[in-house]
C-alpha cells in the first residue's frame, strides 16, 4: 500500500500550515546544483550544497527539535528569492535568519558579513577588524568556512587579502560563478 | 536509505527519536494500509492525514523511538474506534460506552499493561484494547503473527500472574464490552 504523491504533499502542507515543524525543509534547483534548504519559524536555518537529507536530518533535530520534515512550503520564500539572486534579479534577501547553535562570536561575523553588498568583496582581516577582533582573521576564515547559511550570507564575497580566492564550501568554482554572477570578477 | 550507523553509534542510537521525515517515511505506506482495511477509501485518507498530524503534535514529548511503528499504529487505531463512533447512530440496543479521555478503550486498560515490557504491552494494548488483527500487530512490532499472538499471550499471562487472580479480576473492567475482556485476562 504506497501513499500518492498526492496524499503525501496534503500532509506535508497541512503539517507546516499548522506549524508543527521544527524545521522544514526542501531541496531546490539552481545554476550551482541542488540546494538542501531547511527553515524554522524564526527564519532560514540552514543551506546545504550537499542536498542528500540523510546526511543532514540528524543534526537538524539535534539543534532545532525532532520534528524535522521536508515540506516545500516552510521554504517557499527562501526558494523564490534564491531564484531571483540566480536570474539576476535580486541582489539582497529580505529574509529573517535562524542562527540558533552558532558561538556568539560566529554570529557576529555572520551578521557583519550579512553587510557585505552585492558585487562587492572584503577580506577576511577586514572583516575581523569590523568585529573589533583584527587579529582575528584565521577565525574569521573558520566561521566562514561553518558558515550555515551561505549564498544568502555570503562568505563568497570574502577573499584572501592578496586577491586570491582561497577556499569554499560549495567548492571553488562554485565561488567563482557567484561572484561572477554578482559582477564581482569579469 | 539511512546511510548505515557505525557500532558505537548503533549503540547510542538505540533508543533515540528519529527525526520526523525519516519516522514518517518508515510507517507511512503500512499506516495506510492499516487504515485502507479499516476505513476503506476516502475516509481512509482522512485519517492518514490525521494520524500524522497527531503523531507530529505529540512528536516532540517522546522520550525514546522504541517501537514507533506500534506507537503511531495505535493512533490511527484509536482514529478508527472514533470514526467509527461518530459514523454509527447511537442505538438502544447497544450500551453506549463511557468516554473517558477520548480514548476509553486504552484508558481501561493503561494501569495494567504499564507493568509488561515493551513488546508484551504494545501487543496487548494493540489486540484487547483497539482489538487489532494479529497481522496488523505484527507489522507493529515488525515481527510475525504468530510471534505477536505469542507477545500478547505471555503479556496477559504475566498480567495474571502479577495481580494474583481476584485482585486483577476487580482491576479489570467489566462494564465496558461486557465478558470479552474479562474473559480474555481471566
Known sequence: ?186 | MRPALRLNEMMEAVAAVPPFEFFYVEHRDVVLGFLRRRLGGQAAEDAFQETFLRALRAYDRLEHGEHLRAWVLTIAARLCIDSARRAKPISHEVPELPVEDGRPAYAQIEHLADRLPPTERAAVVLRYAYDLAYDDIADALGSTPEAARQAASSGVRRLRLSAQGRDLREQIPTAQKPGRIHDRLA
Open chain 1, 1 to 186: 500500500m504506497t501513499v500518492s504523491p498526492d496524499l503525501d504533499r496534503r500532509f506535508r502542507e497541512a503539517a507546516a500550515a499548522e506549524h508543527l515543524l521544527d524545521v522544514g525543509f526542501d531541496v531546490i534547483d539552481s545554476p550551482i546544483g541542488p540546494l538542501l534548504v531547511a527553515a524554522t519559524d524564526r527564519g532560514l536555518a540552514r543551506i546545504f550544497f550537499d542536498p542528500e537529507p540523510e546526511h543532514h536530518l540528524e543534526r537538524l533535530a539535534t539543534t532545532f527539535g525532532p520534528r524535522v520534515l521536508r515540506s516545500a512550503t516552510t521554504v517557499d520564500a527562501v526558494h523564490r528569492q534564491l531564484d531571483e539572486y540566480f536570474e539576476g534579479t535580486r541582489s539582497s534577501f529580505a529574509l529573517d535568519v535562524d542562527l540558533r547553535g552558532a558561538a556568539p562570536f560566529a554570529q557576529q561575523v555572520l551578521d557583519e558579513l550579512a553587510r557585505v553588498p552585492y558585487g562587492h568583496t572584503t577580506t577576511y582581516g577586514t572583516l575581523a577588524a569590523k568585529v573589533g577582533a583584527p587579529r582575528a582573521a584565521r577565525a574569521v576564515g573558520t566561521v566562514m568556512n561553518r558558515n550555515p547559511i551561505p549564498i544568502v550570507l555570503p562568505c563568497h564575497r570574502v577573499i584572501g587579502s592578496n586577491g586570491s580566492l582561497t577556499g569554499y564550501g560549495g567548492g571553488l568554482d562554485v565561488k567563482e560563478k557567484l561572484l561572477r554572477l554578482e559582477g564581482a570578477l569579469l
